[in-house]
């Protein structure tokens, strides 16, 4: 059983950064791909990134503004955002995988953390 707990989200303004945090418990933390996804209000929950035996892999509407991170010995991922934008604004929730078979069919889910960007 593995519990994720999300924090770091908040109200910024376009163009700033944001930097979101994921603890996970349970000690075979550093066995699963993590990953973040979120939901904008009206739509449907859309890949965000995802870390998988040191790779990372990003939606193309993030690509090099975002950044994946973990630290296995904090139990932690990170999601480190920059440039935001208002199309940004969203639950951004963490995920983790045993083994990523469909990207929102993860193992276990964070309640998700609010991020608002202003324009």
């Known amino acids: 059983q593995v519990q994720l707990v999300e924090s770091g989200g908040t109200l910024v303004q376009a163009g700033g950064s944001l930097r979101l945090s994921c603890a996970a418990s349970?000690?075979?933390?550093?066995?699963?791909?993590m990953g973040w996804l979120r939901q904008a209000p009206g739509k449907e929950r859309e890949f965000v990134a995802v870390?998988?035996?040191?790779?990372?892999y990003y939606a193309d509407s993030v690509k090099g503004r975002f950044t994946v991170s973990r630290d296995n010995a904090k139990n932690t991922v990170y999601l480190q955002m920059n440039r935001l934008k208002p199309e940004d604004t969203a639950v951004y929730y963490c995920?983790?995988?045993?083994?990523?078979?469909?990207?929102?069919?993860?193992?276990?889910w964070g309640q998700g953390t609010q991020v608002t960007v202003s324009s």
């Open positions: 995920a983790a995988y045993w083994r990523i078979t469909k990207i929102l069919s993860a193992d276990y």
């Open positions: 349970g000690s075979t933390f550093s066995s699963y791909a």
């Open positions: 870390i998988n035996d040191g790779s990372t």
